[in-house]
Nanobody
Framework: QVQLVESGGGLVQPGGSLRLSCAAS????????MGWYRQGPGKQRELVAR???????NYADSVKGRFTISRDNAKNTVSLQMNSLKPEDTAVYYC?????????WGQGTQVTVSS
């Protein structure tokens, strides 16, 4: 089993920045993928950014150049630096851990971008 705890959400004005963090505990492997998904009001959950073994990253087109995902395997954490935030980034953001033997989610953290 894997437990994921997110932190760092909140209210920010358009153009502002936030940093989300996710701490993983349990059976953790550096070869598993970790990432961030989000679900906006009335929308389906979508991939925001993901980092896989070897440090390879994937981003949604809508966040490329604005968001940066990073991972610290020694601390079992994954972070998402979000810059130049837009109102359409408003969503609940979920941390994800995906291994061949299981798929785990955090409880979610709300990010609201509004003036």
């Amino acid at each position: 089993q894997v437990q994921l705890v997110e932190s760092g959400g909140g209210l920010v004005q358009p153009g502002g920045s936030l940093r989300l963090s996710c701490a993983a505990s349990g059976i953790i492997s550096s070869s598993a993928a970790m990432g961030w998904y989000r679900q906006g009001p009335g929308k389906q959950r979508e991939l925001v950014a993901r980092i896989v073994s070897g440090g390879v990253t994937n981003y949604a087109d809508s966040v490329k150049g604005r968001f940066t995902i990073s991972r610290d395997n020694a601390k079992n954490t994954v972070s998402l630096q979000m810059n130049s935030l837009k109102p359409e980034d408003t969503a609940v953001y979920y941390c994800n851990y995906r291994a061949y033997w299981g798929d785990f989610w955090g409880q979610g953290t709300q990010v609201t971008v509004s003036s």
